[in-house]
């Protein structure tokens, strides 16, 4: 090995990169889920089938998120014939060294289900595909604590932001006791329309929220009456970088898979929205320091070539595929912009608890462009600016008609 002086060095064994990671090229991109569930919790499928299924179509790393529990100790599942399909598939793709059966008392099969820590010796590779621990901390809000050590309960408040700020607290107190790094993100928040955009704003600590969750029960995009979650995410940014304590938020995409037998827009499948994360390692503490960075992007399809944000200007460049054609578009606020809201009323007269209304100069839509590449020169003025990348190609997962593929991301702020 060369040193910077130009002198041979000998590295010792120990310190030696195993092969791969060596990598002369620096940070490279890596596609990953952080919204599964499993037969650990209400997914319709074993875990190993749930991750082979991952790993088979290119994802670099997953984090199964199962609800109020980690896949960890011993758990025995009864075959009833809900679960019978799934078991046979199971059966055919695992041999019977690998998967553990028994019969209960009632002579029912009981299959032993797979702790994390078997699923990680069994799929885990250097560089190539890793498991994360995560769990759904799930009752009135749902929010997913990723890299934890331990269990966290769900947590109550008196109010919706008390209650979404006692999770968080729960996940941040457990990362500074344990030194690990962790990560938390408040789940699609118009799922049983639970949260507001001012619910989120002031919650200390919520770096990360779904701003797309493919789940065809959340309401991504709201409805007549109320805010879909893009919206949300522009009020929050709005509020919290012009506020005294300004805190980023930034938007994650995510499965939230449940089903795994039937493929149609109305289910819960894999493979409909991920992240792509820029960072040195496939490890957790590298890919967690990148996302507290900004550095990676959310998708339903649409695939980028690089982000850059250097001399004040935010370059997008997309992956190009044939065929498909692209908009980018800068979004942001600016400062002196109109923060005035109006709570949200019904034609009964009645008040909505929902997301108020607020001006459009909020999530302004400051430069356009057709093409696969674009950029934003920051003027000075803007609290933050985020990028949007829509694609002309339909979103055929998806469960709403008429949507199109497209990427997010992450804010940069102005100064
Ligand atoms: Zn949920
Ligand atoms: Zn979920």
């Given at each position: 090995m060369l040193s910077s002086t130009g002198l041979i060095v000998n590295t010792p064994a120990w310190a030696q990169s195993p092969a791969g990671v060596d990598r002369a090229g620096g940070p490279q991109w890596w596609k990953g889920n952080l919204h599964t569930h499993t037969f650990w919790s209400d997914g319709d499928d074993f875990p190993e089938m749930v991750v082979q299924w991952y790993k088979d179509h290119g994802y670099h790393f997953l984090s199964l998120t199962d609800h109020n529990r980690l896949s960890q100790g011993q758990r025995w599942m009864p075959v009833t014939d809900k679960q019978q399909a799934a078991f046979e598939k199971y059966l055919a793709r695992f041999t019977d060294r690998w998967i553990e059966t028994r019969k209960n008392e009632k002579g029912q099969t009981e299959v032993r289900l797979k702790p994390l820590s078997e699923l990680r010796c069994l799929f885990e590779q250097p560089e190539q595909f890793l498991l994360i621990q995560g769990e759904e901390i799930s009752e009135k809000a749902h929010l997913n604590a990723i890299n934890l050590l331990d269990l966290i309960e769900p947590q109550d408040g008196p109010t919706m932001p008390e209650l979404l700020q006692n999770d968080v607290n729960a996940v941040l107190k457990q990362q500074e006791k344990t030194g690990q790094p962790m990560l938390v993100q408040i789940n699609h928040p118009n799922f049983q329309w639970a949260l507001t955009a001012e619910d989120m704003a002031?919650?200390?600590?919520?770096?990360f929220f779904e701003?797309?969750?493919?789940?065809?029960?959340?309401?991504?995009?709201?409805?007549k009456l109320r805010a879909g979650t893009e919206r949300m995410w522009d009020i929050i940014l709005a509020t919290r970088l012009s506020g005294p304590s300004p805190e980023i938020l930034y938007g994650v995409a995510t499965?939230?898979?449940?089903?795994?037998h039937k493929f149609e827009p109305s289910a819960a499948n894999p493979g409909q929205a991920w992240i792509v994360v820029r960072s040195e390692q496939l490890t957790p503490e590298s890919l967690i320091r990148a996302m507290n960075a900004g550095d990676f992007y959310c998708s339903t399809g649409v695939t980028l070539k690089d982000i850059a944000f250097r001399d004040r200007t935010l370059t997008v460049q997309v992956a190009p595929e044939p065929g498909v054609t692209y908009k980018i578009q800068f979004l942001g606020a600016r400062r002196g912009y109109d923060p005035t809201s109006r709570e949200v009323v019904n034609a009964e007269g009645k008040t909505v608890r929902t997301t108020h209304n607020y001006s459009p100069e909020i999530g302004a839509v400051l430069a356009e462009d057709q093409g696969t590449t674009a950029s934003y020169t920051l003027q000075?003025?803007?609290l933050y600016v985020r990028a949007k990348v829509l694609s002309s190609r339909r979103n055929e997962k998806s469960h709403v008609a008429d949507e199109y593929e497209a990427a997010w991301v992450q804010p940069v702020v102005g100064r």
């Amino acid at each position: 090995m060369l040193s910077s002086t130009g002198l041979i060095v000998n590295t010792p064994a120990w310190a030696q990169s195993p092969a791969g990671v060596d990598r002369a090229g620096g940070p490279q991109w890596w596609k990953g889920n952080l919204h599964t569930h499993t037969f650990w919790s209400d997914g319709d499928d074993f875990p190993e089938m749930v991750v082979q299924w991952y790993k088979d179509h290119g994802y670099h790393f997953l984090s199964l998120t199962d609800h109020n529990r980690l896949s960890q100790g011993q758990r025995w599942m009864p075959v009833t014939d809900k679960q019978q399909a799934a078991f046979e598939k199971y059966l055919a793709r695992f041999t019977d060294r690998w998967i553990e059966t028994r019969k209960n008392e009632k002579g029912q099969t009981e299959v032993r289900l797979k702790p994390l820590s078997e699923l990680r010796c069994l799929f885990e590779q250097p560089e190539q595909f890793l498991l994360i621990q995560g769990e759904e901390i799930s009752e009135k809000a749902h929010l997913n604590a990723i890299n934890l050590l331990d269990l966290i309960e769900p947590q109550d408040g008196p109010t919706m932001p008390e209650l979404l700020q006692n999770d968080v607290n729960a996940v941040l107190k457990q990362q500074e006791k344990t030194g690990q790094p962790m990560l938390v993100q408040i789940n699609h928040p118009n799922f049983q329309w639970a949260l507001t955009a001012e619910d989120m704003a002031g919650v200390k600590g919520a770096r990360f929220f779904e701003v797309y969750n493919a789940h065809g029960s959340v309401n991504n995009d709201g409805d007549k009456l109320r805010a879909g979650t893009e919206r949300m995410w522009d009020i929050i940014l709005a509020t919290r970088l012009s506020g005294p304590s300004p805190e980023i938020l930034y938007g994650v995409a995510t499965d939230d898979a449940h089903n795994y037998h039937k493929f149609e827009p109305s289910a819960a499948n894999p493979g409909q929205a991920w992240i792509v994360v820029r960072s040195e390692q496939l490890t957790p503490e590298s890919l967690i320091r990148a996302m507290n960075a900004g550095d990676f992007y959310c998708s339903t399809g649409v695939t980028l070539k690089d982000i850059a944000f250097r001399d004040r200007t935010l370059t997008v460049q997309v992956a190009p595929e044939p065929g498909v054609t692209y908009k980018i578009q800068f979004l942001g606020a600016r400062r002196g912009y109109d923060p005035t809201s109006r709570e949200v009323v019904n034609a009964e007269g009645k008040t909505v608890r929902t997301t108020h209304n607020y001006s459009p100069e909020i999530g302004a839509v400051l430069a356009e462009d057709q093409g696969t590449t674009a950029s934003y020169t920051l003027q000075g003025d803007e609290l933050y600016v985020r990028a949007k990348v829509l694609s002309s190609r339909r979103n055929e997962k998806s469960h709403v008609a008429d949507e199109y593929e497209a990427a997010w991301v992450q804010p940069v702020v102005g100064r």
